[in-house]
């Protein structure tokens, strides 16, 4: 395998990390907007649980990647 093979691979990899980074940052606003518009009753709690959880991993999932970097 030649260097610039290499470096195209590292391109690529690079261009799929951003893209998954941008994805979980939009994943993260959407959840957060669901979770602001849902309504403060019992009735809503798994709903909330729910989107806590995703909120929590999407948090996660960047953050591990800003300690990375």
Known sequence: MSTD??????????NL??????????IL????ECLNQLP?????ETE???LRGVIYRA???LGLKSQID
């Open 40 to 44: 403060e009753t019992p009735s809503s």
């Open 59 to 61: 948090e996660a999932a």
């Open 17 to 26: 990390a951003t893209q998954t980074e941008q994805a979980e940052q939009a």
């Open 48 to 50: 909330r649980r729910l």
């Open 29 to 32: 606003r959407k959840a957060q």
């Open 5 to 14: 093979e290499i470096r195209e691979l590292l391109l690529d990899l690079q």
